[in-house]
């Protein structure tokens, strides 16, 4: 049986261990999900590349599939933000997590419903902000993370948000193990967040010979691009990656645009809709209109990896833990080893400070 850690994130959402999976586009499905969350773990969707029904399905299915709480993770800045915010209300889901900040009177509404409302932020002082607006908690990664990410290690960049805020922070960056999470905990984190981790596990989407090319890699075969769309992101160091590194600006420019028009085509979005969407983004992340463009090239270049398998045409975003990680379990196998390994590491730590108080040697 595996032991158990009790910290604020297991009592804020009623999860039995303090492990959550990220919402990571085309992987957190609900095979994904259910299989972490009937692991005890936190197990979060993500929506950002899901149509509005293709959403609700998937919900339905992780439902069928899982009695115990899992989250959805949106696009604060969607057009329709507002009726995902409804339909996880609706659907009673136990979490709602967000890449952007949610607005005051959003988090308001879905408190209000008793949804948990926890967003990922990258610096203290927005730790602070979302605090400040009523947010459960809150999802901290540091430099080391895949996907957009920032310069900031995590080591540095979890106790200065600890110190910052008195809600419960989840740690993400560099984690992969029991070791990391004992870190995260003897840090002060209530948890630990994994992405890379559980997208190298049985129950995730991604094709056998992707997950294969992740296990090949070492840990410096990964690299924070900003050709991929314009903001930092960090992905396997492919062949693709360094010809886009070594793009000019405008044939970046030329490829977004047509990804862009590939991605209204397969989500039957609206032209006004990514153009509003556009607006939206450039506005809270202060881009450059070029930047806004570039990210047109995250959705589909990520999907030519991770959903078509093709490694030469896709993007593959990683962590740097694909050089440190050799196996793929099951989410139930990994759970259980790292919580496993934690206990044991908390109990020897604990030892070491008995040892000290008797004056005896071990």
């Given at each position: 049986?595996?032991?158990?850690?009790?910290?604020?994130?297991?009592?804020?959402?009623?999860?039995?261990?303090?492990?959550?999976?990220?919402?990571?586009?085309?992987?957190?499905?609900?095979?994904?999900?259910?299989?972490?969350?009937?692991?005890?773990?936190?197990?979060?969707?993500?929506?950002?590349?899901?149509?509005?029904?293709?959403?609700?399905?998937?919900?339905?299915?992780?439902?069928?599939?899982?009695?115990?709480?899992?989250?959805?993770?949106?696009?604060?800045?969607?057009?329709?933000?507002?009726?995902?915010?409804?339909?996880?209300?609706?659907?009673?889901?136990?979490?709602?997590?967000?890449?952007?900040?949610?607005?005051?009177?959003?988090?308001?509404?879905?408190?209000?419903?008793?949804v948990v409302v926890v967003p990922s932020i990258g610096a203290a002082k927005h730790a602070v902000k979302v605090a400040s607006w009523g947010a459960d908690a809150v999802i901290v990664q540091g430099g080391e993370g895949g996907g957009h990410t920032g310069p900031v290690a995590t080591t540095l960049l979890l106790p200065?948000?600890?110190?910052?805020?008195?809600?419960?922070?989840?740690?993400?960056?560099?984690?992969?193990?029991?070791?990391?999470?004992?870190?995260?905990?003897?840090?002060?984190?209530?948890?630990?967040?994994?992405?890379?981790?559980?997208?190298?596990?049985?129950?995730?989407?991604?094709?056998?010979?992707?997950?294969?090319?992740?296990?090949?890699?070492?840990?410096?075969?990964?690299?924070?691009?900003?050709?991929?769309?314009?903001?930092?992101?960090?992905?396997?160091?492919?062949?693709?990656?360094?010809?886009?590194?070594?793009?000019?600006?405008?044939?970046?420019?030329?490829?977004?645009?047509?990804?862009?028009?590939?991605?209204?085509?397969?989500?039957?979005?609206?032209?006004?809709?990514?153009?509003?969407?556009?607006l939206t983004m450039r506005k809270q992340k202060d881009l450059t209109w070029s930047q806004v463009v570039m990210a047109a090239n995250t959705p589909m270049l990520l999907r030519a990896g991770l959903v078509e398998g093709d490694t030469r045409a896709g993007v593959l975003a990683a962590g740097q833990v694909t050089g440190?990680?050799?196996?793929?379990?099951?989410?139930?196998?990994?759970?259980?080893?790292?919580?496993?390994?934690?206990?044991?590491?908390?109990?020897?730590?604990?030892?070491?400070?008995?040892?000290?108080?008797?004056?005896?040697?071990?």
């Amino acid at each position: 049986m595996t032991p158990t850690l009790r910290t604020p994130l297991t009592e804020l959402v009623g999860i039995e261990h303090p492990v959550v999976q990220t919402g990571m586009g085309w992987v957190a499905g609900p095979s994904l999900v259910s299989a972490t969350s009937n692991a005890g773990g936190l197990g979060i969707l993500a929506s950002a590349t899901m149509t509005y029904a293709e959403l609700e399905a998937a919900i339905a299915k992780t439902k069928a599939h899982t009695d115990k709480p899992f989250g959805v993770n949106i696009r604060a800045d969607a057009v329709d933000a507002g009726e995902r915010i409804d339909l996880l209300i609706r659907e009673k889901v136990a979490v709602a997590s967000f890449a952007l900040a949610p607005k005051k009177d959003l988090i308001a509404k879905l408190k209000d419903a008793g949804v948990v409302v926890v967003p990922s932020i990258g610096a203290a002082k927005h730790a602070v902000k979302v605090a400040s607006w009523g947010a459960d908690a809150v999802i901290v990664q540091g430099g080391e993370g895949g996907g957009h990410t920032g310069p900031v290690a995590t080591t540095l960049l979890l106790p200065s948000v600890l110190d910052a805020v008195d809600i419960p922070v989840v740690a993400a960056g560099g984690f992969f193990d029991g070791r990391g999470l004992a870190a995260a905990l003897a840090y002060g984190a209530a948890g630990v967040a994994m992405g890379t981790r559980f997208l190298l596990t049985k129950e995730s989407s991604v094709p056998d010979a992707v997950k294969q090319e992740y296990l090949s890699r070492h840990l410096q075969d990964t690299v924070v691009s900003v050709k991929v769309d314009g903001m930092p992101h960090r992905v396997l160091n492919t062949e693709l990656v360094q010809r886009l590194e070594h793009s000019g600006r405008w044939r970046g420019l030329g490829a977004a645009v047509a990804n862009a028009a590939r991605f209204k085509s397969m989500t039957g979005m609206k032209w006004s809709n990514i153009v509003r969407d556009g607006l939206t983004m450039r506005k809270q992340k202060d881009l450059t209109w070029s930047q806004v463009v570039m990210a047109a090239n995250t959705p589909m270049l990520l999907r030519a990896g991770l959903v078509e398998g093709d490694t030469r045409a896709g993007v593959l975003a990683a962590g740097q833990v694909t050089g440190i990680i050799d196996d793929v379990p099951t989410c139930h196998e990994l759970i259980d080893r790292i919580v496993t390994d934690a206990v044991a590491r908390i109990d020897a730590m604990t030892a070491l400070r008995g040892n000290i108080s008797t004056g005896k040697s071990a």
